[in-house]
């Protein structure tokens, strides 16, 4: 089974900026949909950003202008820059990937992220 794998979470204080990464761990044809998401406690898991094969973005909200969703179509990896974080940025932040031809969904392992002085 192919896993997504995240990275670049970790610490920063308020107004800094961070960058997530996350690459498959194999071959993932046929994949329409890519998104980042986030789970703070006692939170449920909300849409941050997305990106289709069209290009198409879609951001929350309350990130707009402060987030970034880009792609390589060809590696299939998906990074998510962030800036100007705030505290209530602070939750675990997964990747999502939707391939068309099966319908088969994957989600990364989640990576941490804490914005606190």
């Known amino acids: 089974q192919v896993q997504l794998v995240e990275s670049g979470g970790g610490l920063v204080q308020p107004g800094g900026s961070l960058r997530l990464s996350c690459a498959p761990s194999g071959n993932i044809p046929n994949i329409y949909y890519m998104g980042w998401y986030r789970q703070a406690p006692g939170k449920e898991r909300e849409l941050v950003a997305s990106?289709?094969?069209?290009?198409?973005?879609d951001y929350a909200d309350s990130l707009k202008g402060r987030v970034a969703i880009s792609r390589d179509s060809v590696k299939n990896t998906l990074v998510l820059q962030m800036n100007k974080l705030e505290p209530d940025d602070t939750a675990v932040y997964y990747c999502?990937?939707?391939?068309?031809?099966?319908?088969?969904?994957?989600w990364g392992q989640g990576t941490q992220v804490t914005v606190s002085s």
């Open positions: 990106i289709r094969d069209s290009g198409i973005t």
């Open positions: 999502y990937y939707r391939e068309w031809s099966r319908g088969q969904e994957f």
